[in-house]
């Protein structure tokens, strides 16, 4: 590859991440968290498959020892993800022009609007 189809590539995915992140911001906090909740359960589901490799006899002390690592590397992802949950509470919903807090949605939800 010459560093011109480099260059172009870098810029589509410069393009692509901020189409991305435009429409997130645009979207309402639900469609966020959902997002977010996703991700955290991605980490669930590796963090099992991991445990499978680990507990299997016939993976091997290699792979076992190697999903191990992995194990940790997921614990540590979790840790941030929750860590970073009360910004993700904080975020506005755009399209209603106020702040989230979990008893005004408590409230409006029996709203009729």
Known sequence: MNMQVISRYRAQLRQSAQRWIAKLAKSNKGDYIAEYRERIQEVYGLQKRLWEIVNNERSGPHNQIEALGKLLDCTKQLVA??????????????DQGKEYSPMT?????DRKV
Do not use: K
């Open 105 to 109: 949605h408590y409230y409006d939800r």
């Open 81 to 94: 993800l929750y860590d970073c949950l009360p910004l993700v509470n904080a975020i506005r919903d755009y």
